[in-house]
């Protein structure tokens, strides 16, 4: 029950700190409407596009709301020692960084409904599968959040965060399927498609969406959580080397 209390207090100390701030929640606002905005005016198909045009926006929201985010947060708390003090808790680092990164999943799925309820005035969702969509924004959250943490741990300042992050997500928003179909990518590019974790969020959307998914969606369940578990792992056991031995 304990470690539970200390979950509990260190996510709502991050929301009080970060996240529920008034320029944050604004920029996790807009940034959705503005993707949304640029997307269906360059589109020049009118409302039926915005269903074709919805799992990319979603997806990207998420993306950039929870990498920019946890680059600020864990970056700025190690560079100012704040997070050498949580260290020092009794709790196991798993449960301490979960309860770090629980923030911006939050965040990442907030911004992910901003454009759904955008596209609810705007067009038709009764064919949407939300039984399969609902989980696919969480598992992309938590996914961009973990990527969000190997970014920051193997970095020392915000601004080395973000630009390195930038180096993982621009490729994204044109190998993962988003807006423009991987079957359509020269051969040479497919490859890097796949072993990018939002190909297999983005695949999901599109089938809960419009129901053209290219794989299976237990497989692409079971991929994006490889991708999950990985980026962890691996996050766990940069911060070991580096910050804590």
Known sequence: MRLWIAFWNILLKDMRTYYLKPPNISWGLLFPVAWTAMFFIKSGKGLDSILALLPGVVALSILFGTTSMLAVTVTFE????????????PIPLELLMLAKTGGAVVFGVANAFVPVLMALFLADLSQVNWIVFVPAVFMIAVASTFLGLFIAVAVSEVFEAQTFSNFFRFPMIFLCGLFFPIEKLPVF???LSYI???????????????????????LDTALLGGFCVGLFAVSLWNIKRKWIL
């Open 196 to 218: 990018l974790p939002l190909t297999y969020g983005a695949d999901m959307l599109h089938g809960a969406v419009h129901g053209r998914q290219s794989m299976p969606f237990p």
């Open 78 to 89: 190690k560079k100012n020692r704040s997070f050498e003090r949580l260290l020092l808790a």
């Open 189 to 191: 590019l497919k490859p």
